[in-house]
């Protein structure tokens, strides 16, 4: 876990409050954001630009938290499993029999039997703040946005998405226009496939065809091979999903699609024939797992996912050989298909999406400073921190923006930390190209 919350008007139950400074708290295995942390939760696809933005990356670059700041960025990773992996079978999958608590049915944890529901995996909790019980860990960018909406005692300060969730037409709809945004990125989704394949580059349109079960084998759309099509899918809440379906014209899924967790590569070989699998894939992710930045660049470390199957020691005296440093980092055999003609005429699918943080826009007018030392409130000490004269005033104090914040004009106090060139670094670090745009109010 990772992130902080700000305090300005902050009441995370009153006495819960009182008592973080004065009551020894149970011991826990993760750490638990206090009441002035910043906190933020959502999108599988933003966890690891967040995270290194928030605490440095593999290739020793500072993030915020480096400074020893007090109070902290906390980025709550939207799997409990550090990566990115679903930390439980889809147990009941296709039966349509899952377990108690298991699957998105809200209040069947009590349930002393199964029930039907689909995808059926298991929800991991996490501790918002200290001093207070577990509840389920939003997974993407439509579970992060509604946590954040429905969320009346401050608890979480920002959410990730990787699809738009303003009000705005076309967007997800789960925030309104009291909730404000930045662009803090671009990142390519494109469909994922096995190293060695029978797929072939595809369009939007056979897409649809395909994710609808449509056309359920190669030779249907272009392929030699008479093979049937595995198409994966996101699970549900996924901005992923939701960005992928609406590129693709919001087919009717079939029966022939399977579910994983987004972004996760690990899922082509899963399946029974993993030349016919095909899944949309983060464009960043695949760098962190090949170990490229944003640019394309080897980042001069290699990849930054490790074989979960080792533990420390196993790395540190390289027994089994498999556990040794030089050949202990996963490397899916998989491969984006960015190039080709589909055999329809269309274009290959290789979309370019923007990625966002959503905060309340009344905490960018919150009074106080967030840490001791400092002028400025979470939100525009991290965030947004608008020049507050439109047009700009000689003298006002304002500065002007440099690097992915060029043209842009902050307020005293300067670019808030995602406008800076330490967080650009961090981002293209995640494999994904660095942005910051404000969006008011959306998108």
Known sequence: MRKRRLTVGLVV??????????????AFADYQPTGHDVVGVGSDTLQDLVDFAADGDQLGDAGYNSAGNKNKLINIDATADANARLSFGPDGLGTGSCAPGTGPTAG????TSNHADSPCQQNPTVVLRAGLSPVQRPNGSGAGAKALAADTQHLITYSRASACQGPTTGCGGNLSSSF????VGLDPLAMLAGSTTNAVPLSAAQLNAIYSCTDTKWTQVGGTSADTIIPIIPQVGSGTRSTFLADINNP?????VVTGEENDPTAIAAQTSPADAIEPMSGGRLDLFLGHLSTGAANGVGGYFKDPSCALNNINTSTPAACAPASDTITPAVKLITTG?????GTVFDVQRPLYIYFRNADVSATGAWQPAGTLNPVRTLFYNPCPDNPPVTGDGCVAGTGIAAGQEFGPGGAPWFATAAAATDISAAGVVPKYIPEIGGP
């Open 341 to 345: 003609t589909p055999s329809d005429g």
């Open 108 to 111: 069947t944890g009590n349930q």
């Open 180 to 183: 404000d945004s930045i662009e």
């Open 252 to 256: 009717t899924l079939g029966s022939c």
């Open 13 to 26: 139950v009153g006495a819960v409050v009182a008592m973080y400074g004065t009551v020894a708290t149970p």
